[in-house]
């Protein structure tokens, strides 16, 4: 308890308390504009951190992480275009009340719901992710590999579109990391045809701005005279009833565990936590046939869970240094860049890091809270924000922040290809979460395999013969071939 309460101490003093707050304000504002996403945002800032301390490094990008989660549920309430893909399950609930003259009380719900939502998951943070980092101290090589796997398999499993498609889309992503020196090969290149440049292998920053930024305004780009239909605007009923908060208790905390652990597993993310609360929502709901048309109990329930993700996903990025998400992904990306290595040791070796991440999430869902209920008017109007002014600055931004990582025009090449390669992914119904988090992952594989190889004399078997690699693997299996079962069970019964 004492290292938590230094670092709320310390994410408390002037400066990380105020790069909470502008992370949080920037992070909603982002999530509130259409077409900027939160790894668009996280990505982008992440190279204005290189010259910050660690910890203030993380506490603004944490900041934005609960805010553009958070305020993605401003456009899919008034517009019904969520502002991230976590508020896609709102959009169902909070138009509907909006456009029925109720507007500040579909975002007192939404806003309400997400910060109980986020409270619930930090408190699953604080009281799991050490000892789950003290159990995976007790991984060997074989026990992290399979594990890896398997966050792979479960990525793909849940990605959106086919089975296929994300396996494929996480292979891609292992296989663009592989360019670079071989670290078991004596120093060796392996994969660069030559290219100089490509010795240090492809950089995370370049990559990571151009899969999420680049090609997300290509997308813009493309669909740049899509007009916006606006929904009258009132705050009035933005602050909940007591009468709200009792009818709406029990939904809350069931949604925010639901969130919190679906959070959890590696790779799912906020988009899948909503999905599975609002469904379980309207099946224990006494008023299930409100559903779709404007229901409270569905605001909440995709709030709720979607902001409880991401206490859920930072615990194995801490724990394990498994993104739990995609903008986890990122932030496993901000530690590397600041010579933090993430992993079960991140407790052992850096203690003040990890509590004023953590820290930082509790501060920003208090903000985000704050700033949502006295300024949501105002942000509100932001939506309007014509693309053709917005789209130049954040092109700008990209060039630069993968420029600063090694003042190399290479990296700003690299990053308008895979901008490009993000787009065609997209537009191919291909997810992007499995690439990014292939690409993350697919170094840790290779270094824990060769390891476990290397104290085995080559022998493989360890996979299958010590228990956790076995259970690891057997889950792996398992989610590999359940869609095909279904798909199998299905047509069955449909040829019945």
Known sequence: MAPLLEGITHILTPIPFLLVGLGTFLGIIGGAIPGITGAMMIALTL???????????????????????????ITATLMRMPGTPAAVMTTFDGYPMARGGQPGRALGFGIAASFIGGIISWIFLVLVSEPLSDLATRFGPFEYFTLVVMAMVLIASVSQGSMVKGLLSGALGMLVAMPGVDPAAGGFPRLTWDVLYLNGGLGLLPVLIGVFAVSQLIADIVDID???????????????????WKNQAWNMLRSSVIGTWIGILPGIGANIGSIVAYTTAKNMSKTPEKFGTGSEEGIVASEAANNATIGGALIPLIAMGIPGSVI?????????????????????????IVYAMISACLLANIMMYGIMTSSVGKIAQLMFT??????PPILVFCVIGSFALNNLFFDVWVMLGFGVFG??????????????????????????????LMMTDGDFS??????????????????LFWPFYQDWRNRKREGK
Do not use: C, W
């Not at 951190?49 to 993605?72: C, D, K, Q, R």
């Not at 916006?228 to 933005?238: C, M, V």
């Not at 932030?331 to 407790?347: E, K, R």
């Not at 360890?462 to 398992?478: D, H, K, W």
């Open 328 to 352: 986890d992904a990122i932030l496993i990306g901000a530690l590397m860049i600041h010579a933090i290595q993430p992993g079960p040791t991140l407790f052992l070796n850096n203690p003040e």
């Open 226 to 244: 899509r007009t916006i239909e606006r929904t009258k605007f009132s705050t009035k009923g933005i602050l909940m009833s007591f009468k709200d």
């Open 386 to 391: 014509p693309r053709a002014y917005v789209l």
């Open 47 to 73: 190279p204005l951190t290189f010259n910050m301390i660690p910890g203030n490094a993380l506490a603004l990008l944490i900041g934005m992480y609960v805010g553009a989660i958070s305020g993605g549920l």
């Open 423 to 452: 787009y065609f992914l997209e537009r191919s119904k291909v997810p992007l979460g499995p690439f990014v988090i292939g690409f993350v992952l697919a170094p840790i594989a290779e270094s824990k395999l060769r390891s476990g």
């Open 462 to 479: 360890p996979v299958v013969t010590r228990p956790l690699p076995l259970i690891f693997v057997i889950i792996s299996v398992v989610l």
